[in-house]
T-cell receptor
Framework: DAGITQSPRHKVTETGTPVTLRCHQT?????MYWYRQDPGHGLRLIHY???????DKGEVSDGYSVSRSKTEDFLLTLESATSSQTSVYFC????????????????FGPGTRLTVL | SQQGEEDPQALSIQEGENATMNCSYK?????LQWYRQNSGRGLVHLIL?????REKHSGRLRVTLDTSKKSSSLLITASRAADTASYFC???????FGRGTSLIVHP
């Protein structure tokens, strides 16, 4: 299994509080991603990173920010959590993305279950 | 990036039967991948097929790709109860995922 960990694995918080989720990899992969998964919606991309300090928005980025100061860590922050952000959050990594170079294969972490009351 | 549409949304079969699920997409791709997700777990990569390939096998998995129809199919032969999971397709650059096909294999 690819070396990806997420912390915390479970969190319950209250509306309006800041929350930071951490994704840590030991594979030295360039790309890192944050997804959320909700019933009826599949996985939706929040933000992704294509290198240290290089990030871009996904399809559901409102209310979320990210940071990547080291290759191995990708942080997802909810500045002021809302009940609509209750979800399961998955981190993924890949060696390459796009084109004919690299495998594009993604490896996923175990997920973080976040409940916002 | 584009999102695939998996079909059917749900599939229920008996152990030993074959399971076929499909994925359709809208714009040209470089490669297509299939992933499996067991309940409550992260996605696991199953197989990648490139746009210049028409068919690929991996164990009991067979994937076909028809770029003219912009569709792919995943066949699982001789299904087992352990194959019960959701299956997703995704495409090259910055993968996004549809709602998947939920497969239940009854022992």
């Amino acid at each position: 299994d690819a070396g990806i960990t997420q912390s915390p694995r479970h969190k319950v918080t209250e509306t309006g509080t800041p929350v930071t989720l951490r994704c840590h990899q030991t594979e030295n992969h360039r790309y890192m991603y944050w997804y959320r998964q909700d019933p009826g919606h599949g996985l939706r991309l929040i933000h992704y990173s294509y290198g240290v300090k290089d990030t871009d928005k996904g399809e559901v980025s409102d209310g979320y920010s990210v940071s990547r100061s080291k290759t191995e860590d990708f942080l997802l922050t909810l500045e002021s959590a809302t009940s609509s952000q209750t979800s399961v959050y998955f981190c993924a990594i890949s060696e390459a993305a796009g084109g004919n170079g690299g495998t594009d294969t993604q490896y996923f972490g175990p997920g973080t279950r976040l409940t916002v009351l | 990036s584009q999102q695939g549409e998996e079909d059917p949304q749900a599939l229920s079969i008996q152990e030993g039967e074959n399971a076929t699920m499909n994925c359709s997409y809208k714009t040209s791709i470089n490669n297509l991948q299939w992933y499996r997700q067991n309940s409550g777990r992260g996605l696991v990569h199953l197989i990648l097929i490139r746009s210049n390939e028409r068919e690929k096998h991996s164990g009991r998995l067979r994937v076909t790709l028809d770029t003219s129809k912009k569709s792919s199919s995943l066949l699982i032969t001789a299904s087992r109860a352990a194959d019960t999971a959701s299956y997703f397709c995704a495409f090259d650059y910055i993968p996004t995922f549809g709602r998947g096909t939920s497969l239940i294999v009854h022992p």
